[in-house]
């Protein structure tokens, strides 16, 4: 699911994904990125081994909480 | 791609499962010792085999699931990774296993040196888990209301051992302690501060992750832990300090709260984006059900404890919280969590070059919905048993033991069936090499 956002324009918006279609979108967005891009993941939880394949591939991420329950996890390539 | 998939220290499919299939098995012996006991358990809480049948399920049944799955889940839902997850999974398995035994053989027999046993295993089990898992958890940082309830559900278990130790302890002995308060607080801080802030930091995850619903307000999660172990702490000292109005009101703040996590969370399943009803969401329908209906006894015994004197309140309130809530929650629960693990395992194993079988062929949803209906008529017969004991107390027994009989046989098949899957992937490569 694509849309656009106010922090950069590639989102995938997993917030009612089941399990594991976030982390294969995300990885499949972050593929088509050029270095330096930032994408956003909305989901409603924090995905810590997402987390882990991410630091493992040298990619930054920065996460927020919003008061409705979602994670915003923006991430560089 | 396959290989981030796989958590590098997640442990093996046979680490949680055996917890998870001994869990059934345990609270079908509660089952059992009803159909042997018959209506005289459920005339009081204090009656000797009421105490086993209740810590049957408590710790055979829920704190088996709890630290099973914890032991599996710790590094997904919170970043935190166990050291040897196996070789916990492993030593903690026996100790749980012939600790509740102990523990149930001791209430009912009041056998001194069992109840000893009892304490010895299950303290142990306990610091060990709480050692473990307090080490991984402490070095994650509280990102999300999950990781920070998480850590306050660590210290609410490491005070119900204790408790729950000491009582054992003193029964065993016949030390001349204030056992109903202290027998009290101990399910408060095992039932609402452990269990009940456990349950809320893995729904947080886990409802909408697995019944697509919207997530629980971000609010509500941070203070929720807080929350309630301040209304278990006001409790305490209302009993140490002999002020029966702090008492009171902690007790009903306890209850309030859980309340409030029972009505979100049912508001929350009404948004769902799900249209065909599965496990998950029946399980956890009846057993929002059951937690709101006992609540507000809680809640409308404590207030007028004049006009509730019948013994069977209590009694019918455990009912309903135990195996009609909490049962009911962890069940749904590993209807989705155990197949899940399979198919992740097997995902794994198969290296991309084989797909593994779908969720819905590991634990097929027909047969999870068949032993759903069976736990409902269970529910049902052990609610009107505690009105009618004479009459059903046996045959509610029998019911709910074939009904945790059948949920144990349904996570041995998905066993079976992933390790029909596991050989079929190593003969493909081996041919291939």
Redesign the interface.
């Given at each position: 699911m694509s849309m656009t956002h106010p922090k950069t324009p590639h989102v995938v918006d997993a917030?009612?994904m089941?399990?594991?279609e976030p982390?294969?979108q995300t990885?499949e967005m972050l593929d088509t990125l050029k270095v330096g891009e930032k994408m956003l993941l909305l989901l409603?939880?924090?995905p810590?081994?997402l987390?882990?394949?991410l630091r493992?591939n040298g990619h930054a991420y920065e996460?927020e909480?919003?008061?409705?329950?979602?994670?915003e996890i923006l991430i560089t390539r | 791609?396959q290989a981030?998939?796989s958590?590098e220290n997640a442990p093996p499919f046979t680490a949680p499962l055996r917890f998870f299939i001994t869990a059934p098995l345990l609270a079908a012996l509660a089952g059992l010792l009803l159909l042997w006991e018959g209506g005289d358990l459920l005339l009081s809480r204090w009656h000797p085999g009421a105490l086993a049948l209740t810590h049957l399920l408590t710790v055979g049944f829920m704190l088996m699931v709890m630290l099973g799955a914890l032991i599996q889940i710790l590094?997904?839902?919170?970043?935190a990774s166990l050291r040897s997850p196996l070789l916990l999974a492993r030593l903690l398995h026996p100790l749980l296993t012939f600790g509740v035994l102990a523990l149930a053989g001791g209430f009912a027999s009041g056998e001194q040196q069992l109840l000893q046993v009892a304490t010895l295993l299950l303290l142990s089990g306990g610091l060990l888990f709480l050692a473990s898992a307090g080490r991984a958890l402490w070095s994650a940082p509280s990102?999300?209301p999950?990781v920070a309830g998480l850590k306050i559900a660590l210290l609410a278990l490491s005070v119900s051992l204790l408790l729950g130790g000491a009582l054992a302890l003193a029964l065993a002995h016949g030390w001349a302690w204030p056992l109903p308060e202290l027998t009290n607080l101990h399910a408060g801080w095992a039932l609402g501060a452990w269990s009940t802030v456990l349950l809320a930091a893995v729904a947080?995850?886990v409802v909408?992750?697995?019944q697509?619903t919207?997530?629980?307000?971000?609010?509500s999660?941070w203070y929720f832990a807080p929350a309630m172990s301040a209304a278990l702490l006001l409790w305490s000292a209302g009993e140490i300090f002999a002020l029966p109005p702090l008492v009171l009101l902690g007790k009903q703040c306890a209850a309030g709260l859980g309340l409030a996590f029972v009505a979100q969370t049912m508001y929350l399943q009404t948004k769902r984006?799900r249209a065909r009803p599965d496990a998950i969401y029946r399980f956890w329908q009846s057993g929002l059900g059951c937690g709101l209906f006992a609540l507000l006894l809680v809640l409308t015994v404590n207030a007028l404890p004049d006009a509730f004197s019948w013994p069977g309140w209590p009694v019918l309130i455990g009912i309903l919280l135990l195996p009609g809530t909490f049962v009911a929650l962890i069940t749904g629960m590993l209807y989705k969590i155990v197949p899940?693990l399979g198919w992740?395992h097997l995902q794994s194993a198969g290296r991309g070059k084989l797909t593994a079988p779908s969720m819905g062929k590991l634990l097929p949803e027909e047969e999870n919905l068949r032993q759903w209906r069976l736990y409902l008529f269970a529910m049902a017969s052990l609610i009107l048993a505690v009105f009618f004991p004479a009459w059903l107390a046996r045959p509610a027994g029998a019911l709910f033991a074939i009904a945790m009989g059948m949920l144990a046989w349904n996570l041995f098949r998905a066993l079976r069936r992933y390790r029909e899957h596991l050989r079929r992937i190593a003969e493909h490569f081996s041919e291939a090499v």
């Open positions: 917030r009612y089941e399990p594991p982390f294969v990885m409603f939880r924090e810590h081994p987390y882990k394949a493992q996460t909480l919003l008061p409705d329950g979602t994670f | 791609m981030l998939l958590f590094p997904v839902v919170a970043g990102t999300s999950t947080y995850v909408p992750m697995f697509l919207p997530a629980y307000q971000a609010r999660g984006r899940f992740m």
